[in-house]
Each structure stands twice: as C-alpha cells, then as structure tokens.
C-alpha cells in the first residue's frame, strides 16, 4: 500500500467516524413516557428559599431543552395558545417580558413548564387541563429560546410569521436570574 | 348520488375541467400531426440522401444547387408549423379567458385555508350570522360559478379536486385563488398536491356537488348551533370537550368552545370523513380521539391520554354533533 493510499483510507475512515457524529436529536410525536403528568397540587415548587440547594432537574428536561423539533412546536403553540395576547413576541405587556434576564419564578426549564402548568399569580392561568404534558414541556422549550438560552444549531432562523425581532439564531443569551437577584 | 370519477381528470364534471380537457386534446392532436409529418420528413430525407449519393452530387459540383421540389416543401412546412403553433396560442388564450369570464361573475366564495394536514373551509357571506365553517369537506351547488380564496397558515400546500379543476398552490402570506363551475351532481376527492410534510399523504378533500335546493338544505344545516347532549354519557363528554383540552384548539356552536386552531367540529358525525383521511365512522373516531398521534404521527392533534371513561364519553358526544 502506497503512504498516499493509507493516507486516503485513513481520512476516509475519519470521515465515516466524524459522518456518525451527526446524530439529530431525536424527535418524538408524543410525550415519552405515555401519560407521566405531575398530579395537581403536587408538582415540583420552584421557588426555594435563597441559598439552599436548588432541586434536581426534572429528568424530562433533556427531552426538549436544546431540542429543535421541540422549540419548532412550542413556537406554533405560543401563537396558536395566543401566548402573545400578554407576553407579546417576548418583549411582554400585560404579562412579563420572556426575552430578558429576569425570571420571577425561576427560568429552567422545569421550571418554565410548572409556571405554565400551574399557573402564577396575576393573571397568567393554568394550562394543565388545556395542554398535554408534552406541549406544556415545548412551550417551556420556545420560551426559553427567546433569551437565547438553546444553542443556535436548535433555534429556527427565522419566526413562523413576519415579525420585527431579530431570527433566533441572532438573540443574545441573557444571563437567567430570579427577581431578587435582578436589578430592580 | 354517483361516486363516478372519485378522482380523475378526466371526469369532466366541471366546467373548467372540460376546458382543460379540451385544450388538452387539441394539443395532442395538433402536436401529434407535427410529430408524424417530422418522422414522415425525416423519413424521406433519409431515403433521399441515399439516392443522391448514388448519383454522386457532390463530386459532380452540383451541391448547391436547390431542388424546386424541395423548396416548395419546407415553405410548406413551415407554414404548418406556424399555423399549428398559432392555434394552440389561440386554444391557450380563448381557455384561459373563458376561466377568467367565470372568475368574474362568481355567484358564492369560499375561502380554504391550508393546514398541516387538513383543510379549513369557510363561507363568506356579506352576513355574519350566514357564515359556515367546516374542515375538510366542500359542498358546491351544481353550475354556479364558485370561487376558492386559498391561504395557507404555514407552509405551500395546493389545491387539487381532479375532476373539478385543475391545480392552485396555497402559499403563506398571498392570497390565491380558483375558481369552478361544478357541472354535475356527485362525490369528487380532492387531495394536496404539493408536499407539505410528514402527512401529506393524509390531506385529502371531499367536495360534494349538490342540487342548488340540497345545497341550500345543507347551508341552513350547517347554521344550526350543536344540539344539547340528551344522555348522560354525551353530557359528560360535553363536559371534557368545552372544559379541557379539546376546547383549547376545537370550536363548537352553541357552546363555550371557540378556538380557531384546529377543525371546528360543530358538525363533524355529518361529515364524510375524518383527520382528511379516513371514513367517518365510530370506530374511526374511537381510534382518532384516543391517540391520534399513532394514526397520523405528527399531526398537531396531541395524544392526550384520555382514560377509558373519558374517551367513551367524548365519542358519545362527537356522534352527536350531526
């Protein structure tokens, strides 16, 4: 074998290695598993008294945070759930702004999910009844996608409708922060 | 009513679909004339050829020389060409013109709103109270001009009824539109012709061409808020339809639902279909509300695990929504 040849088949098999690295996340038509719901009442707090030890990371959360097909749907219902009738495309209005730094009730994303669950004082109502668990988890996937939370291969490079705001691909990541911590 | 020419081009029941048809065949034969006379040219040449080498032309310095015969026969061809070509342009334009005629004394609009995967239908009257809105479904009195406004919410789908008319892509953000003259009674499917994702297949469309006095039976029906759940089950599926999920996506006359994001089901048991792809029936709907996303995976319709008692009672008051 010419030094050129094992040259070839060596960048050949690298190739081939670096060809099974391109591995999609995988996307599921419906929550994994079937019917795991968090029974009212009893769904995780997320809020915890400053300096204790923040809870574990709802084990779901791999399943849709930095998930394309996940952020993709999320996007569709935050229209169709009318989201924007308060929280505009992120900026806020009636309700608070989802694209800054500042999250009243925490910005994981479990935590994102049990805000949409279960509701939060002052007018942002509960949508365990309305949605599965699996949309509840992509809407939570999209919101935090609008403070540039996911990595840019995840995000949609351009909005489902015309809008002013800059693609995703282009947000900026804030910095997550609970209200205390935030400047008032 | 007839199910002939479900789905064929060639089912002529329409008048904008005669036309094509029309059109079609006098391409055919016109073209089919050029492509015999080209062969029967080609042909001759050939043999022609043969015989001239024979006669060794060209060392003889008579090449150039023109062949009276010759000539009178390509000006003669090029005569049919331009003639044929200069009929298929009048063929083209009159057919063309004909279909814009129509587009302009339209006598009802409907606007057909392209969703992954299914097809939202509404009638526009200049009333509010006398519009209906259905999924998936078209009613069209027979021989008056209908014109389809096509819009789609999210990516290019097309407007395909084989036996109607022929094709008109729906694309986001611009408003198009076709328009047909449905010339006989009877069941035409219809189908997106341009591939929109993962269910594409599942996109079909029933139009159900109707007497005008049918037609006017079907619209005063369709007006008709849904009728009160009678039994116990129906009432408790009445209950978790306008109470929990369904009422966040689903309309329904008459009661609390009145999302727009999906199908409005006010009278989904009368319809022909359901999902855009299967036959109404019990057994059809008892699959599609319990898990939806093994029928049509990746369909917006999210599998929400509904337990047994709950999907009883939703079926019961489905059937009921006549």
């Known amino acids: ?32 598993p079937m019917g795991e719901t968090v029974p009212a009442g009893t769904s995780p707090d997320t809020i915890w008294p400053g300096g204790t030890v923040p809870q574990t990371l709802d084990p779901r959360a791999k399943l849709y945070d930095n998930n394309a097909p996940a952020i993709s749907q999320g996007q569709s219902l935050y229209s169709q759930m009318n989201c924007g009738g308060c929280h505009s495309h992120g900026g806020g209005g009636m309700g608070p702004a989802l694209m800054d730094d500042e999250w009243r009730y925490g910005g994981r994303i479990d935590q994102i999910a049990t805000s949409i669950a279960e509701g939060r004082p002052n007018g942002m109502p509960s949508w365990r009844s309305k949605l599965t668990e699996d949309q509840i988890w992509q809407l939570a996937a999209y919101v935090r996608s609008m403070s540039g939370q996911p990595s840019k291969d995840a995000v949609n490079s351009r909005a489902d409708a015309m809008s002013a705001t800059a693609p995703q691909t282009l947000t900026p990541r804030e910095t997550v922060q609970t209200s205390d911590t935030a400047e008032q | 009513m007839s199910i002939q020419h479900y789905q064929s081009i060639f089912g002529n029941a329409a008048t904008e679909v005669r036309q094509f048809n029309t059109l079609f065949v006098i391409f055919l034969v016109v073209c089919a004339v050029m492509y015999v006379a080209v062969i029967a040219f080609l042909i001759a040449g050939i043999a022609r050829r043969r015989r001239a080498a024979e006669a060794n032309t060209v060392e003889e310095g008579r090449h150039h020389e023109s062949d009276p015969a010759m000539r009178t026969g390509l000006i003669a061809w090029g005569a049919v060409v331009g003639t044929g070509l200069v009929a298929l342009a009048i063929a083209s334009f009159v057919a063309d013109r004909s279909m814009a005629n129509a587009a302009a004394h339209e006598k009802l609009s409907i606007t057909v709103t392209g969703n992954q995967w299914w097809w939202d239908v509404q009638y526009n009257a200049a009333d509010n109270s006398k519009m209906v809105r259905t999924a998936n479904e078209l009613h069209l009195p027979v021989g008056v001009p209908v014109r389809i406004m096509l819009k789609s919410n999210d990516v290019i789908h097309s407007f395909w009824v084989p036996s109607l008319a022929g094709k008109q892509d729906l694309i986001p953000g611009r408003d198009t539109d076709i328009t047909i003259t449905p010339q006989k009674v009877g069941i035409y499917r219809g189908q997106c012709a341009e591939y929109c994702g993962a269910e594409h297949a599942k996109m079909a469309l029933v139009v159900d061409v109707d007497s005008y006095p049918d037609f006017i039976k079907w619209w005063q029906h369709q007006l008709q808020t849904a009728p009160k759940p009678t039994t116990p089950l129906a009432l408790a599926g009445y209950n978790y339809v306008t109470s929990r999920n369904c009422s966040a996506c689903h309309a329904i006359a008459g009661t609390p639902a009145s999302a727009t994001v999906g199908p409005d089901l006010t009278h989904l048991a009368s319809r022909r279909t359901l999902a855009a792809s299967m036959p109404m029936s019990e057994g059809n709907l008892y699959g599609w509300v319990a898990d939806p996303q093994s029928i049509k995976p990746g369909t917006k319709m999210p599998t929400i695990g509904l337990e047994p008692n709950e999907l009883h009672a939703v079926v019961a008051y489905l059937e009921t929504l006549k």
Do not use: G
Request: proline content about 0%; aromatic content about 4%; charged content about 30%.
């Open chain 1, 1 to 32: 074998m010419s030094s050129r040849f094992r040259a070839s088949l060596a960048l050949l098999a690298v190739a081939t290695l670096a060809l099974a690295a391109c591995d999609r996340e995988e996307r599921h038509s419906r929550a994994k």
